[in-house]
């Protein structure tokens, strides 16, 4: 399986009491943000483009903690920023690990190699690289030499030391459907548990802004790549969520399935837009206009918008929603190779954009001082 049983079977087991308590606004997972400084610097992100003092700025365990529990959710995503600048999160995992959630700890895994001897190996607990690509579309996406190649090593050394490795996959315009299937082979055989994947989001602050996809290159995209799947790949998604980005199915935005907590407080509405903050995850829920929002609402901010953050709780909320979303969701596990000759067409035919050179925005080095500085600390 993409997942251990036990996480299965507490997220299955969740989502189902949330549905006998009647409660349509449930949150599934929370994308936890310790703090916002990184060691890279991404065109397509929108998550670092703020002033030093707020990139210095960090939440404390006890605030990360906090917020666990005022949510309540099985499963929290740690993001960031690049979350192993922070100098208190081996003990921020541990406490959630204590506390039995299952941890995504978001790494571009530039640290994951010299940080691992500070974390234990546990079901609980998965390091989600990031990792965008073949070697050369790597380095690109995070505008930095070198990057693949020391997040594979991250990658192998994680494995080796028997931690669960996912991966997290974003996809511009431009990709190369057949290099990204290869990448899934790659992956495969370094031991990576499962894959997420998922479209780029245009965040407003991106630097670059010519490389977003929209919806209908994004369900192009996506059927040639996930069509004719091989048995060997496992994905870190519902299959409901990978059958909408293939075009397969239609959902709704759940912008609450994955609530925001940051050192700004509980974000609204979503991980991905800033209209404002509430004070508490119920102040969340309830003041936040949601029909404001989602492709349905005329939102021009919502109107490409695929991404996980945004509809895989929409995909788990479908499959718990009726008998026909299960036996539709076992289908997709059990038996769908959603062999599709036309997809086969498009991959055959597909001519590969030419991007370009690697545009380098900071030598390793100077990344580094940057980092240093801003973590106002040095060592582990």
Same mark, same amino acid.
């Given at each position: 399986?993409?997942?251990?049983?036990?996480?299965?079977?507490?997220?299955?087991?969740?989502?189902?009491?949330?549905? #006998?308590?009647? @409660? /349509? =606004? $449930?949150?599934?997972?929370?994308?936890?943000?310790? &703090?916002?400084?990184?060691? +890279?610097?991404?065109?397509?992100?929108?998550?670092?483009?703020?002033?030093?003092?707020?990139?210095?700025?960090?939440?404390?365990?006890?605030?990360?903690?906090?917020?666990?529990?005022?949510?309540?959710?099985?499963?929290?995503?740690?993001?960031?920023?690049?979350?192993?600048?922070?100098?208190?999160?081996?003990?921020?995992?541990?406490? #959630?690990?204590? @506390? /039995? =959630? $299952?941890?995504?700890?978001?790494?571009?895994?530039? &640290?994951?190699?010299?940080? +691992?001897?500070?974390?234990?190996?546990?079901?609980?607990?998965?390091?989600?690289?990031?990792?965008?690509?073949?070697?050369?579309?790597?380095?690109?996406?995070?505008?930095?030499?070198?990057?693949?190649?020391?997040?594979?090593?991250?990658?192998?050394?994680?494995?080796?030391?028997?931690?669960?490795?996912?991966?997290?996959?974003?996809?511009?315009?431009?990709?190369?459907?057949?290099?990204?299937?290869?990448?899934?082979?790659? &992956?495969?055989?370094?031991?990576?548990?499962?894959?997420?994947?998922?479209?780029?989001?245009?965040?407003?602050?991106?630097?670059?802004?010519?490389?977003?996809?929209?919806?209908?290159?994004?369900?192009?995209?996506?059927?040639?790549?996930?069509?004719?799947?091989?048995?060997?790949?496992?994905?870190?998604?519902?299959?409901?969520?990978?059958?909408?980005?293939?075009?397969?199915?239609?959902?709704?935005?759940?912008?609450?399935?994955?609530?925001?907590?940051?050192?700004?407080?509980?974000?609204?509405?979503?991980?991905?837009?800033?209209?404002?903050?509430?004070?508490?995850?119920?102040?969340?829920?309830?003041?936040?206009?949601?029909?404001?929002?989602?492709?349905?609402?005329?939102?021009?901010?919502?109107?490409?918008?695929?991404?996980?953050?945004?509809?895989?709780?929409?995909?788990?909320?479908?499959?718990?929603?009726?008998?026909?979303?299960?036996?539709?969701?076992?289908?997709?596990?059990?038996?769908?190779?959603?062999?599709?000759?036309?997809?086969?067409?498009?991959?055959?035919?597909?001519?590969?954009?030419?991007?370009?050179?690697?545009?380098?925005?900071?030598?390793?080095?100077?990344?580094?001082?940057?980092?240093?500085?801003?973590?106002?600390?040095?060592?582990?």
């Amino acid at each position: 399986m993409a997942v251990p049983v036990s996480q299965a079977w507490t997220v299955a087991t969740y989502v189902l009491k949330q549905k #006998l308590k009647g @409660r /349509k =606004k $449930y949150p599934l997972v929370l994308m936890l943000e310790p &703090l916002f400084r990184c060691n +890279l610097a991404c065109a397509g992100c929108g998550k670092i483009q703020y002033p030093a003092h707020i990139l210095k700025a960090e939440l404390s365990p006890e605030d990360c903690f906090n917020a666990v529990e005022e949510c309540g959710t099985p499963m929290v995503a740690i993001p960031g920023g690049e979350p192993l600048l922070h100098p208190q999160m081996p003990e921020i995992v541990a406490g #959630l690990v204590a @506390r /039995k =959630k $299952y941890v995504y700890m978001c790494t571009n895994a530039l &640290l994951l190699k010299e940080k +691992l001897h500070l974390f234990k190996p546990s079901k609980y607990l998965s390091f989600s690289v990031h990792v965008d690509g073949q070697r050369e579309h790597h380095d690109f996406s995070v505008c930095r030499e070198g990057g693949y190649d020391i997040a594979m090593e991250g990658v192998r050394a994680a494995v080796a030391a028997g931690f669960r490795v996912t991966t997290n996959t974003t996809l511009f315009d431009g990709a190369d459907p057949n290099s990204v299937r290869a990448h899934f082979d790659e &992956l495969m055989t370094v031991g990576v548990e499962s894959m997420m994947v998922s479209p780029g989001y245009t965040y407003d602050k991106a630097p670059d802004q010519k490389h977003f996809l929209g919806r209908a290159r994004s369900k192009k995209l996506f059927r040639s790549i996930l069509s004719n799947r091989k048995k060997t790949w496992r994905f870190n998604a519902s299959p409901i969520f990978m059958e909408f980005l293939m075009g397969k199915k239609d959902l709704t935005c759940t912008p609450w399935g994955m609530p925001t907590f940051s050192i700004f407080g509980w974000q609204k509405p979503c991980y991905l837009l800033q209209d404002g903050y509430a004070d508490s995850f119920k102040e969340l829920v309830e003041t936040v206009q949601w029909s404001n929002y989602g492709t349905e609402s005329g939102n021009p901010q919502c109107a490409n918008c695929m991404v996980h953050s945004g509809y895989e709780a929409s995909g788990v909320n479908y499959t718990f929603g009726s008998i026909k979303g299960l036996l539709q969701t076992a289908k997709a596990i059990f038996f769908n190779k959603y062999e599709d000759e036309g997809a086969m067409k498009l991959l055959n035919e597909w001519k590969p954009a030419h991007s370009g050179p690697l545009v380098q925005i900071a030598s390793p080095t100077s990344a580094a001082e940057k980092t240093s500085e801003l973590q106002g600390v040095s060592g582990d």
